[in-house]
């Protein structure tokens, strides 16, 4: 008698319902869990989130993180990105405009360029997805919805901890990882299909994102529909592109068309 016959969840059933990324973590393969590029693009959609509450110099330093993910780098350029990005991140630490916390959004971009100039092992990934995607929730929660806070030089937003706004961006995290891995998978990507015009609207649609860091919907519906006609037939592909979201930029089915897994 399987799970579902017994009344219990599937794995899948679990990863669908499963409301932080803890959770879904440990329903990945030993192989997923270490995939550094899997893992880079979660955690910089989390720290991304705070966007706006986030010294220049961290920002910066996070832009450096994220363009490393998609270029083919030595291992002693990735170290050099990430020392550039470490020394950046912790030269803004002291920005007044940056909310004192116990783990500041600052200090999550140096654990990120520091951690990641090093192998690791997937106990080691859950260990910094933990810390990072809990340290982002826990300034969210405090200082509210970053992404369209205004923070100027007259001061910081009033701190407000609230435990269901610390849940509901862990909630929030969990769409992101949804979006980011995909453990069940069965799809695979016919070389066919990657057309010029797909690979120009996919490559469109990451790097056009919206201001809320999402990208697209309408342009993904395009991009299914121009997969359609290179000959993709695979419900799977064509129906996450055109669900309702939301997706981001490490988006499981773009880094599939544009050959990033």
Known sequence: MTKGERGEKTPE???????????MFFLLTSEQR?????????MVECCRRAWNLLPEESREALKIIEKSIDRNLTESELASEYSNAQKMAAGGKNSTKLPSLNYSAADVI???SDEYRHKHKDEDYLILN??????????LSNYGSAINLDVDDS??????????????????????FRDVFNPFSKAEFEPGWRTPAVISIAQAARDEELSNYELDIPRLAILSDALEEAGCNNTE????????G????????????????
């Open 13 to 23: 059933e679990e990863w669908e319902s499963a409301e932080t990324p803890d959770e």
């Open 34 to 42: 270490c995939d550094p590029v899997k893992n880079r693009r979660f």
């Open 110 to 112: 140096c654990h990120l």
């Open 130 to 139: 933990r810390r990072i995607s809990g340290e982002i929730a826990d300034v």
């Open 155 to 176: 001061g910081l937003p009033a701190s407000n901890p609230n435990e269901e706004k610390y849940r509901d961006e862990l909630k929030l995290q969990a769409v992101i």
């Open 237 to 244: 592909i064509l129906g996450h592109l055109r669900g309702p």
């Open 246 to 261: 939301p997706h981001y930029r490490g988006c499981w089915v773009l880094d599939l068309i544009l050959g990033k897994k």
